[in-house]
């Protein structure tokens, strides 16, 4: 048995209902390492081009790593990978917990799902067996009864489950896939792949933990690492959680407030990270929230993430459904002007409930609200619902109508981009999508590389694909070891910042097939350095190898990437951004007048590509550069 991981790969056909092992040598598991790159071959060899993503041919895959498992923190993450109903591109989704250690300590390194059930059924895995059941009585219920009906049915509180929610069930776009009924793999749809599929749960449980390579090294890396904590720049997210951004984004007039009118939010305070750890934790009344009111991922010493409870009040919070990131309090709070954090977190609930993408969610109303305060939605058209900026009441309504896909939440269901096509009037001037996808909390205006990567990538825009604009200055040694050695002055959107994006570009890309977390491992603010990930895989999996070769995996997924939106016939003319972005300046505090220039913008992605070795007119990777990443097979995919 290797070490690291199990050389097991489930197929799954729900139409034939059959189920088949495949045991993949040591190459694809060095070349792919796992999640996204993993998925992707899967996509690319099994599933034809133009397939309607929501019909029996999408192919769904549910990717592990090489590390999975392994004692160490950031390790337990899944990437979830088919073709998005939301963008028509290739769908890409990361999330975390425990579920994805228990799928490897299950037996398996990933699942390759195609077909549909002809009823619901869920797949049922322990220890190297699988199986599929009837999940009829099931389908229709929330995550947490479904959590609760699965441990009772199989006798095991230990399990742990993968759903799609009623969101999902019902087509909801931008449906999530959710374990712990409160970690969401959000973006991009995939809960709806799921649905579309009546594949309700996957279900796992198993006793093979991984073999490790070099327990010593692994437990000295993991030891540094929990020592290291207290004093590294993520102690605080640590204890406040990602909302904990909320100031520094205030700060620097880069929180999306009025659907993107302004950077700055009057209300920022009530929706920061230490207003929520002294208020609506569990435990807060008896200041025990840092035992109660934080929770983890399997082995993570950091326990970022949080558990709302609140018992009284218009909006109770049920603490199993956990508690909002700060992508979630800005999209359902700032975007929408909302600043009651009980009404935020009572529609974050109900997205984990239902299961559906906070961002996507809150970014849909946030649209809808100020199509309304411009007179371009009426109470017509909402179903008597008042839907300005600042109405908590109708946000958490308007998330509620969503997930039930009932009146004006059945065309909002569609996300925005879709909803703007079908109303017309003008609204789609208000629209906030990259490839149909609503951008999360995190703002171009302010942070220009983002401009570029929320344009190019082949997902839609997404925060969590590049490092960000400030950190290239401030940590000069963790830079230098991806070569990054140049910091330019803020606002700069020149040769070396589109360098910067896209070298951290392939780091990160990296991270989603090792699947790791990006708040513990990265180039700069994180806890681990990326030359300590490369580390870590050598004590797990035995290899010897190094970040060229770790970038090479991250370069690698991002050229299959791209090269299945190829195949659809997506590139260049897609890498766009929303309108206002370049015509619209932010209103007030340090962002006022920020706005993208088009000409500075336009020259960066031609200089992207350029750097990306992908063909100027269509913006496809070439014969050639997937050649020099060794997949000539996806060249031959693509035709070339
Ligand atoms: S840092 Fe937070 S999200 Fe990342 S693995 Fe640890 S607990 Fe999970």
């Not at 993520?234 to 990602?242: E, N």
């Not at 870590?536 to 770790?550: C, F, H, K, P």
Request: glycine share 12%; proline share 5%; charged share 25%.
């Amino acid at each position: 048995m290797p070490h690291g991981y199990n050389k097991s790969i489930l197929h799954v056909d729900l139409t034939a209902g059959e189920l088949a092992i495949e045991e993949p040598d040591e190459l694809f598991y060095r070349k792919y390492m796992g999640g996204s790159a993993m998925g992707l071959y899967y996509l690319l060899k099994e599933m034809p081009p133009d397939v309607d993503p929501m019909g029996p041919d999408n192919v769904l895959t549910l990717c592990l790593s090489v590390i999975t498992g392994a004692p160490i923190s950031g390790q337990s993450r899944l990437t979830t990978s088919a073709k998005s109903p939301l963008t028509g591109c290739v769908g890409d989704a990361q999330s975390g917990g425990f579920f994805p250690a228990e799928m490897k300590f299950a037996g398996f390194d990933g699942i390759v799902v195609k077909g549909k059930a002809e009823k619901p059924v869920y797949l049922w895995i322990h220890d190297g067996q699988a199986e599929l059941r009837d999940a009829s009585h099931l389908w229709g219920r929330v995550t947490g009864d479904v959590e609760d009906m699965l441990k009772e049915e199989l006798g095991d509180d230990k399990i742990q489950v993968l759903q799609t929610g009623p969101g999902g069930e019902r087509g909801v776009r931008f449906a999530a896939i959710m374990s712990m009924s409160n970690r969401a793999a959000g973006r991009t749809g995939m809960g709806a792949v799921m649905g579309s599929k009546n594949l309700k749960a996957v279900v796992v449980r198993g006793t093979r933990k991984p073999r490790i390579a070099d327990k010593e090294a692994l437990n000295r890396l993991a030891r540094w690492g929990v020592d290291n904590l207290p004093q590294s720049d993520i102690a605080g997210l640590g204890k406040y959680g990602t909302a904990e951004t909320t100031g520094g984004q205030q700060t620097d007039g880069g929180l999306p407030t009025y659907n993107w009118a302004s950077g700055i939010f009057d209300g920022w305070e009530a929706l920061d990270g230490p207003t929520m750890y002294d208020t609506v934790l569990r435990g807060t009344a008896e200041g025990k929230q840092d035992r109660q009111g934080r929770h983890t991922c399997y082995a993570c010493a950091v326990r970022c993430k949080r558990v709302v409870e609140i018992a009284e009040g218009p909006y109770q919070v049920d603490p199993r459904y956990g508690g909002p990131e700060y992508e979630t309090t800005s999209t359902l709070g700032s975007c929408c002007g909302i600043s009651d954090l009980a009404a935020v977190s009572k529609a974050n609930e109900l997205c984990n409930k239902y299961g559906l993408d906070t961002i996507s969610c809150g970014a849909t109303i946030a649209w809808a609200m100020e199509c309304f305060e411009e007179g371009l939605l009426t109470l017509e058209d909402t179903g008597g619902i008042e839907l300005g900026f600042g109405n908590a009441e109708s946000m958490v309504k308007m998330t509620e109508l969503i997930a039930n896909r009932e009146g004006f939440g059945d065309i909002l269901a569609e996300g925005s981009a879709r909803a703007a096509a079908r109303i017309g009037r003008g609204t789609e001037c208000f629209l906030t999508t990259s490839k149909n996808q609503e951008a999360p909390a995190h703002m171009p205006q302010v942070k220009r590389t983002l401009a570029l990567i929320y344009a190019v990538n082949p997902f839609g825009a997404d925060h969590q694909s590049h490092e960000h604009d400030p950190a290239y200055e401030p940590y000069p040694e963790r830079m230098a070891e991806l070569g990054l050695l140049d910091p330019q002055p803020d606002l700069a959107l020149n040769a070396e910042m589109v360098r910067f994006a896209l070298v951290t570009q392939h780091f990160y890309s990296a991270t989603d097939s090792l699947n790791v977390c990006q708040f513990v491992y990265g180039p700069a603010w994180h806890l681990y350095s990326a030359s300590q990930l490369v580390e870590v895989i050598r004590a797990v999996t035995g290899w010897d190898t190094s970040l060229y070769e770790l970038m090479k995996v991250g370069e690698r997924r991002l050229n299959m990437l791209r090269a299945f939106n190829a195949r659809e016939g997506v590139g260049r003319e897609a890498d766009t951004l929303p309108g206002r972005f370049f015509d619209r300046p932010l209103k007030d505090g340090p962002s006022d007048g920020y706005v993208l220039d088009r000409g500075e913008w336009q020259q960066a992605v031609d200089t992207y590509y350029a750097m990306c070795g992908w063909d100027p007119e269509t913006g496809y990777p070439t014969r050639a550069i997937l050649e020099s990443l060794s997949i000539g097979w996806v060249a031959d995919n693509l035709g070339l």
